[in-house]
């Protein structure tokens, strides 16, 4: 299998597993799926429910300070807080660009996991913050999943009854949505 490929996963509820049994986050069933393949992924799931980008910044330093092992590759999901608070998107943009360039000025490749605003939130909020994800990610030579929440948005029975946050089924259709990014993006074995 190769040498340990230390990954620190980033973010919020959507990393740290909200609604789900032990193992079925989307760091632990990803862990699994790269290592199927060959890939001697550890995954460290600093997930915390309920982060915003600002909050997230906030505990960078210390998270990553607080790694056995530096991390090849991080994985971002954030801003999904700040978007149903309805916090304005230069915040949110802000904060997110601080996170890549601590990670981009480290030599930590980045994988982004975009989000998309809701439609309640009407089309001024949109076009503020739709666009942070792919305009950061091409800035900072990110690998970006477009939509996080793509593979489970519009199906029922992939989304707990909060319809925010997937299902252990639901975490699986986005693992399987989001390996080969992932994969990609970790730096060539040498």
Known sequence: MGPERPI???GDSLLAGYGLKDGESYPARLEQALRARGVNARIANAGVSGDTTAAGL???DFTLKSQPAKPQLAIISLGGNDMLRGLPPAETRKNL???LKRLTDDNIRVVLLGMLAAPNLGKDYAEKFNPIYPQLAQKYGATLVPFF???VIDKPDLMQ????HPT???VDAIVTATLDDVADALPKEK
């Open 168 to 170: 252990a089924i639901g």
């Open 149 to 151: 929440l793509q593979p």
């Open 97 to 99: 660009e601080a996170i």
């Open 58 to 60: 906030q505990r960078l």
């Open 161 to 164: 009854d909060d319809h925010t």
């Open 8 to 10: 620190l996963a980033f």
